[in-house]
């Protein structure tokens, strides 16, 4: 079965600082991936997705990720944290060889801003 | 254009009701998956219906059930409630499956007590 892990249950980082948010995921045959954010009282909303189209993915409001097959990660980044990002970030897996497969979430990391 | 709705935002039950939640997905999307999401177990899989047919079911008792209407409209049930039972329920719609992406709706938040 698809699973992902995501390292860190909670991240701190200073407004301005890099954001590096982890996700490995556990498949035989390079999944789906899926970064969401979910801000207080919110339902999640899509960042980014992995197709294999390109293993570079940028994202809504400055967050990119990188699917790295040898490291069966799929990490978000963005270059310099705003107040603003402060939210949850999940990462989800899909199985490619099923279209109809249900997204496999993460437990979710919490990223904090500290101005 | 409109995004998911769920209705209501929130519900307070008392132990043993049921209690039905709804959903109305983007026009034109026809695939409706529901999670359930609580502090201790994350988002857990619920069901997903597509062209109102239920497609996957994740591992959940019978209680709770499901359907998706002829507008793709979908509504949740959960019948003889339990403390246990008190999440956010969430609703996403899709164009065709979970491989496009999920839209989600801001949940119903359900108490029991």
């Known amino acids: 079965a698809q699973s992902v892990t995501q390292l860190g249950s909670h991240v701190s980082v200073s407004e301005g600082a890099l954001v590096l948010l982890r996700c490995n995921y556990s498949?035989?045959?390079?999944?789906?991936l899926f970064w969401y954010v979910q801000y207080p009282n919110q339902g999640l909303q899509l960042l980014l997705k992995?197709?294999?189209?390109?293993?570079l993915v940028k994202g809504i409001n400055g967050f990119e990720a990188e699917f790295k097959k040898s490291e069966t990660s799929f990490h978000l980044t963005k270059p310099s944290a705003h107040m603003s990002d402060a939210a949850e970030y999940f990462c989800a897996v899909s199985d490619r060889r099923s279209g109809n497969t249900p997204l496999v979430f993460g437990k979710g990391t919490r990223l904090s801003v500290i101005a | 254009k409109a995004g998911v709705t769920q209705t209501p935002r929130y519900l307070i039950k008392t132990r043993g009701q049921q209690v039905t939640l709804s959903c109305s997905p983007i026009?034109?999307?026809?695939?409706v998956s529901w999670y359930q999401q609580t502090p201790g177990q994350g988002l857990q899989f619920l069901f997903e219906y597509f062209s109102e047919t239920q497609r996957n079911k994740g591992n959940f008792p019978g209680r709770f059930s499901g359907r998706q209407f002829s507008n793709s409209r979908s509504e949740m049930n959960v019948s003889t409630l339990e403390l246990g039972d008190s999440a956010l329920y969430l609703c996403?719609?899709?164009?065709?499956?979970?491989?496009?992406?999920?839209?989600f709706g801001s949940g119903t938040r359900l108490t029991v007590v």
């Open positions: 992995y197709t294999s189209a390109a293993t």
């Open positions: 996403a719609s899709s164009p065709a499956g979970p491989n496009y992406g999920y839209t």
């Open positions: 498949s035989s045959v390079p999944p789906y």
């Open positions: 026009s034109g999307h026809r695939s």
